[in-house]
């Protein structure tokens, strides 16, 4: 683009200039444009790269190919943006107070995906008879996701009571290794049980946070309104590409799963090769504080008619 | 013989005393565990005691669960299991009063088991249960036929 917004610094500053510079040495570019192009619903569309210092790179153009309305991937990086010390320092002189918020946020999330899990599981086992006999997947599903869910929606009243009688202890899980890893899994576990969205958003929002250091509602306000919105259906988390088939299965035998993306989705096939090409040295999952992980966000914008 | 459940049958009349059931299992059993860490094993250093105390939450848990899908799955008699639950819940909290532990996790400690059992024998539940039975049995026959067709 010819005009550079003289005066106030919004064009091609040296930031945005190295930004670009660096995406475009660490990451495949050519891979991952055919990596979009291969999906029928997302052919041609734009790619733009927001980095940790919220350098907005368009890597490319939205071409009308796909559709007229035009539709963006998002990739959004989202790292630790201060110093380890720096950041240390922040946590022990935040109020304890906003931390209870979070945790009984997050454990309002986590149960709310407990409720989702015992609905579509007994909705399948009512639904039985007429679908005959329970067989050995339903069960291990009903199984893994039951409990993965009710493990975390347990964890979360458990952190929330500790951060109102002993906040010490939550810390000192945070520092925890087996404790994190046993998270993750139990994130990509519940999944595993749930394909509704409102997981997806959650685990968003977790990672977000998680990676970031801000608090949910920062991470929350980040967003526009119209962001928010596509977010919760269009986001998805890249942390276990194998979720597919199993909540395809899922689907099929809980029968009436509503279907609630009606808009364009990127399907996990397609997040996988975008992953693939993004290259090693980037990071997928996000772990809350172990630090040297960079994560980064896909999301599909469309824009849409009010 | 009651009359046949459906799926709309079972989300209007039994879902919400269904998930309020396992609702305050997790409660109980969540605010244990926290009364565990405030009270009994306090003077511990968490590095030594922390994990065993979430992992004995943990086993609890899938027992809740276990006992839950058990119950779904039309098998009546695991109800019991999860009043084994509140009832250890509720003796594991009655006694960390002299521990002087927060009033209100306490408070709220004993009354989850509480609510939990009567939950368990509130009318909703018990004809949800004698349903799921029924579901269960129609579902041994289906698969007998389905064996019988097959041989």
Same mark, same amino acid.
């Given at each position: 683009?010819?005009?550079?917004?003289?005066?106030?610094?919004?064009?091609?500053?040296?930031?945005?200039?190295?930004?670009?510079?660096?995406?475009?040495?660490?990451?495949?570019?050519?891979?991952?444009?055919?990596?979009?192009?291969?999906?029928?619903?997302?052919?041609?569309?734009?790619?733009?790269?927001?980095?940790?210092?919220?350098?907005?790179?368009?890597?490319?153009?939205?071409?009308?190919?796909?559709?007229?309305?035009?539709?963006?991937?998002?990739?959004?990086?989202?790292?630790?943006?201060?110093?380890?010390?720096?950041?240390?320092?922040?946590?022990?002189?935040?109020?304890?107070?906003?931390?209870?918020?979070?945790?009984?946020?997050?454990?309002?999330?986590?149960?709310?995906?407990?409720?989702?899990?015992?609905?579509?599981?007994?909705?399948?086992?009512?639904?039985?008879?007429?679908?005959?006999? &329970? %067989?050995?997947?339903?069960? *291990?599903?009903?199984?893994?996701?039951? +409990? =993965? $869910?009710? @493990?975390?929606? !347990?964890?979360?009243?458990?952190?929330?009571?500790?951060?109102?009688?002993?906040?010490?202890?939550?810390?000192?899980?945070?520092?925890?290794?087996?404790?994190?890893? &046993? %998270?993750?899994?139990?994130? *990509?576990?519940?999944?595993?049980?749930? +394909? =509704? $969205?409102? @997981?997806?958003? !959650?685990?968003?929002?977790?990672?977000?946070?998680?990676?970031?250091?801000?608090?949910?509602?920062?991470?929350?306000?980040?967003?526009?309104?119209?962001?928010?919105?596509?977010?919760?259906?269009?986001?998805?988390?890249?942390?276990?590409?194998?979720?597919?088939?199993?909540?395809?299965?899922?689907?099929?035998?809980?029968?009436?799963?509503?279907?609630?993306?009606?808009?364009?989705?990127?399907?996990?096939?397609?997040?996988?090769?975008?992953?693939?090409?993004?290259?090693?040295?980037?990071?997928?999952?996000?772990?809350?504080?172990?630090?040297?992980?960079?994560?980064?966000?896909?999301?599909?914008?469309?824009?849409?008619?009010? | 013989?009651?009359?046949?459940?459906?799926?709309?049958?079972?989300?209007?009349?039994?879902?919400?005393?269904?998930?309020?059931?396992?609702?305050?299992?997790?409660?109980?059993?969540?605010?244990?565990?926290?009364?565990?860490?405030?009270?009994?094993?306090?003077?511990?250093?968490?590095?030594?005691?922390?994990?065993?105390?979430?992992?004995?939450?943990?086993?609890?848990?899938?027992?809740?669960?276990?006992?839950?899908?058990?119950?779904?799955?039309?098998?009546?008699?695991?109800?019991?299991?999860?009043?084994?639950?509140?009832?250890?819940?509720?003796?594991?909290?009655?006694?960390?009063?002299?521990?002087?532990?927060?009033?209100?996790?306490?408070?709220?400690?004993?009354?989850?088991?509480?609510?939990?059992?009567?939950?368990?024998?509130?009318?909703?539940?018990?004809?949800?249960?004698?349903?799921?039975?029924?579901?269960?049995?129609?579902?041994?026959?289906?698969?007998?036929?389905?064996?019988?067709?097959?041989?």
């Amino acid at each position: 683009m010819s005009n550079p917004l003289p005066g106030i610094g919004m064009d091609s500053s040296p930031s945005q200039f190295l930004a670009r510079q660096r995406i475009e040495s660490q990451i495949n570019l050519p891979q991952l444009f055919a990596a979009i192009d291969a999906d029928p619903g997302i052919v041609g569309a734009g790619v733009v790269y927001i980095d940790t210092d919220f350098n907005v790179v368009t890597l490319r153009e939205f071409q009308p190919i796909c559709s007229i309305q035009p539709k963006r991937i998002i990739l959004r990086e989202a790292q630790k943006y201060i110093a380890p010390t720096q950041f240390a320092q922040q946590v022990q002189n935040n109020p304890r107070e906003s931390r209870l918020v979070m945790e009984a946020v997050n454990t309002t999330l986590s149960c709310a995906g407990a409720v989702l899990s015992w609905t579509v599981i007994a909705s399948g086992s009512i639904l039985v008879p007429f679908t005959a006999g &329970a %067989s050995g997947v339903v069960v *291990a599903i009903a199984y893994t996701a039951a +409990g =993965a $869910s009710s @493990l975390q929606c !347990i964890n979360g009243i458990v952190r929330t009571g500790l951060e109102i009688a002993k906040p010490e202890a939550n810390d000192w899980l945070d520092s925890e290794a087996w404790y994190q890893n &046993a %998270s993750i899994g139990l994130d *990509a576990a519940s999944l595993l049980g749930v +394909g =509704a $969205s409102a @997981l997806t958003t !959650i685990k968003l929002v977790r990672i977000a946070k998680a990676t970031t250091g801000k608090t949910l509602r920062e991470v929350l306000r980040g967003l526009s309104r119209q962001e928010r919105a596509k977010l919760t259906k269009e986001l998805l988390s890249i942390n276990d590409p194998r979720m597919t088939p199993k909540m395809l299965k899922l689907k099929q035998l809980a029968g009436e799963l509503p279907k609630r993306y009606t808009t364009t989705q990127l399907k996990h096939g397609t997040v996988t090769q975008i992953k693939d090409s993004l290259g090693a040295a980037i990071g997928l999952t996000g772990s809350a504080l172990s630090g040297n992980v960079k994560t980064i966000a896909v999301g599909l914008y469309e824009e849409f008619d009010e | 013989m009651s009359e046949e459940l459906t799926l709309r049958g079972f989300f209007r009349e039994h879902f919400l005393g269904f998930i309020a059931g396992i609702f305050a299992a997790y409660f109980s059993l969540g605010l244990s565990v926290v009364l565990a860490f405030v009270t009994y094993f306090r003077h511990l250093p968490l590095a030594d005691s922390g994990l065993y105390i979430l992992l004995t939450g943990a086993v609890l848990t899938l027992l809740i669960v276990h006992g839950n899908l058990m119950v779904l799955w039309g098998r009546p008699q695991w109800v019991w299991l999860l009043i084994g639950v509140f009832v250890a819940c509720l003796l594991f909290v009655l006694p960390t009063i002299v521990y002087d532990p927060h009033r209100g996790l306490y408070g709220l400690a004993l009354l989850f088991p509480l609510l939990g059992l009567l939950f368990l024998n509130s009318r909703g539940q018990r004809d949800m249960r004698r349903k799921l039975v029924d579901i269960r049995q129609q579902r041994e026959t289906l698969r007998r036929a389905l064996a019988q067709r097959r041989t």
